[in-house]
Structures are given as C-alpha cells and as structure tokens.
Nanobody, 125 residues
Framework: DVQLQASGGGLVQAGGSLRLSCVAS????????IGWFRQAPGKEREAVSC????????LYGDSVKGRFTISSDNAKKTVYLQMNNLKLEDTAVYYC??????????????????WGQGTQVPSPA
C-alpha cells in the first residue's frame, strides 16, 4: 500500500530555515508526482509545492515562491521541502501528498487520496 512518512520541524525564529522530509513507499517514486500542503488553524488546506519526479517540473504557491524549494531523491524515495526565510504566516501543519500516476494538476488541486501524517511547523523537536 502507498505510505508517506513525514518528518522534520524544530524550533525556529522568523527568518530562519527548516527542512521537511517525506519518505514514500508502495509506488514507483520516480514516475510519481509528490508534494506538500499545509493547514493553519482556522484556515483551509493550502497547496505549498508539488513536483513531478518524471521531469523535475515544480509548482509553488504564491506565498512561498522564492522562499521554499521542493526536491526529490529518487534513490531514497524521499521528497524534501526546504523552507527558508520563514514567516509567522508559514506556521501550520504540513502534509505530504502523492499521485502515484504523476498527475500534477490532480495533485495540485488536493485531489490525491494519499496523504502522510501531519507535521507541525515549527515543532518542539
């Protein structure tokens, strides 16, 4: 079965950096599209970034462009979200999501049925 295991977080001040990781299993990672969403208290779930591992194409939400970078390590079947110049507005629970068939638009719209557990940014750990 498809599994997505996210990790990361830590204490950070405004302007600082964090990196999230999501280890994938149960599908062909290098053919998939994979990405990150986030949800802050009282707000709707928001697309942060998606990546098509087949060709490296990416999408970013307007609020994170120029600050966040998504990348993948196909050998490790892991997607990363490097978050730089963090703002208070970035505080949220972040979720890893994937389209095993590589459907970027489907993924960007939040239509995937595959989600990892949420990870709080920032987190005490």
């Amino acid at each position: 079965d498809v599994q997505l295991q996210a990790s990361g977080g830590g204490l950070v001040q405004a302007g600082g950096s964090l990196r999230l990781s999501c280890v994938a299993s149960g599908f062909t990672f290098d053919r998939a599209a994979i990405g990150w969403f986030r949800q802050a208290p009282g707000k709707e779930r928001e697309a942060v970034s998606c990546r098509a591992n087949s060709d490296g194409s990416t999408l970013y939400g307007d609020s994170v462009k120029g600050r966040f970078t998504i990348s993948s390590d196909n050998a490790k079947k892991t997607v990363y979200l490097q978050m730089n110049n963090l703002k208070l507005e970035d505080t949220a629970v972040y979720y890893c999501t994937a389209s095993p068939r590589g459907w970027m638009v489907h993924l960007w719209r939040g239509m995937s049925d595959y989600w990892g557990q949420g990870t709080q940014v920032p987190s005490p750990a």
